[in-house]
């Protein structure tokens, strides 16, 4: 099956929507990843189940934020490529 062929202003349109995608993950994974452990100290204040909540996050919560974020990714580039139709089968 031949590739859809986008008209110049599409393609620009899918970058932009792509693009946006594109800097809304990596900044909520900049959070994840060096803004939860930068302020580790003042968040071990707060205790979750016997843990102290800086602890957590570096053991378990980036990790489950990492998880969220690939799934999330994956099913809203699928809808962008949807609405312009160059989705994969």
Known sequence: MASPKLTPAQAQAH???TSGLMWT???????AS????FFAVQL???VIFGFPLGFYMAAQGS???FVILCTWSSS??????EEFGVAED
């Open 76 to 81: 809203a580039q699928n809808k962008i490529d």
């Open 25 to 31: 993950i990596l900044f909520i994974w900049f959070l």
């Open 34 to 37: 060096f803004g939860v452990h």
């Open 44 to 46: 071990n204040q707060i």
């Open 15 to 17: 970058w932009r929507k």
């Open 63 to 65: 990790l489950i934020i």
